[in-house]
């Protein structure tokens, strides 16, 4: 009897590791299709694909410290009432025009700087935010110290 208990809790692990890898990613993917196309993109290219776009996504996450829930709509991964599409919050704006400045900035270094593109520095979002949401900018260096006067002259 422990056998065949044993045997059947291995088909059971066996078949549900099988469909779990069969299983489509999640983050918007229809079933049997590609991924769902993206909506309100109004600085990335409006047909960038999905993949490209949570990468994307992933390296603003890492660069100001904060989640998804930051700039958009969501509860969790999967839940229905997440929109990430939504201009609800006041962050995404924000968002869009840092992007817009970076790219501003990155296309006039370029521009102005005559060296290969390999060797100009380009601006992202680490640059500043280092992992904050709010920029910490540093306070100024204290004021040189005075050099000691000189002994008087005898």
Same mark, same amino acid.
Request: glycine share 6%; aromatic share 2%.
């Given at each position: 009897?422990?056998?065949? +208990?044993?045997?059947?809790? =291995? ?15 999640? =983050?918007?993917?229809?079933?049997? =299709?590609?991924?769902?196309? !993206? ?38 991964? =999967? ?14 704006? +924000?968002?869009?025009? !840092? ?11 370029? /521009? ?23 920029? +910490? ?7 040189? +110290?005075? /050099? ?7």
């Amino acid at each position: 009897m422990c056998r065949s +208990v044993v045997s059947a809790l =291995g088909i059971v692990v066996i078949t549900a590791s099988l469909a779990a890898a069969q299983a489509p990613a999640a =983050g918007g993917q229809r079933a049997g =299709g590609p991924p769902a196309p !993206m909506k309100n993109l109004q600085v990335l290219p409006k047909d960038m694909p999905q993949p490209e776009v949570v990468a994307i996504m992933r390296t603003f996450n890492a660069a100001l410290g904060v989640q998804c829930g930051h700039c958009h709509i969501w509860t969790k991964p =999967g839940d229905p009432s997440n929109d990430m599409a939504a201009d609800t919050k006041p962050e995404k704006t +924000v968002a869009r025009v !840092m992007m817009q400045m970076t790219g501003d900035i990155n296309t006039r270094l370029a /521009a102005n700087i005559k060296k290969p593109a390999a060797q100009i520095a380009k601006v992202e979002c680490a640059t500043c935010h280092r992992g904050e949401a709010i920029p +910490v900018t540093p306070p100024p260096p204290p004021p040189p +110290v005075a /050099a000691p006067a000189a002994p008087p002259a005898k």
